[in-house]
């Protein structure tokens, strides 16, 4: 059975950092792409990030410069560390498994994770 877990949301201040793991099992981790997807309150889900098993990412315009995604393939770990926060960031943050090794921008997923929150606020 594929398993996600998301773990290191919390509450911060505007312009703090947050660092969110994914652990995952029950998959041939290194040879997915795997993603960030975020929903912030009352809104829809929103694509974050993606890596390939190579460690290649691409990002959302609104989070580029910002947020940086890794991924540990020996441990089946993903990574999202969280910069310069903004309360636009906050929602609940997913993790979630492709279906293939190809990168892509879109909020399409095998399998997610049950989320981890990330509320910013002053």
């Known amino acids: 059975e594929v398993q996600l877990v998301e773990s290191g949301g919390g509450s911060m201040q505007p312009g703090g950092s947050l660092r969110l793991s994914c652990a995952a099992s029950?998959?041939?981790?290194?040879?997915?792409?795997m993603k960030w997807i975020r929903q912030a309150p009352g809104k829809g889900l929103e694509w974050i990030s993606s890596?390939?098993?190579?460690?290649?990412?691409i990002y959302a315009a609104s989070v580029k410069g910002r947020f940086t995604v890794s991924r540990d393939n020996f441990n089946d770990i993903q990574y999202l560390e969280l910069n310069s926060l903004k309360i636009e960031d906050t929602g609940m943050y997913y993790c979630?498994?492709?279906?293939?090794?190809?990168?892509?921008?879109?909020?399409?997923?095998?399998?997610r994770g049950r989320g981890t929150q990330v509320t910013v606020s002053s």
């Open positions: 979630a498994k492709d279906r293939d090794a190809r990168v892509d921008w879109n909020t399409d997923y095998d399998v």
């Open positions: 890596i390939g098993p190579g460690g290649s990412s």
């Open positions: 029950g998959f041939t981790f290194g040879s997915y792409a």
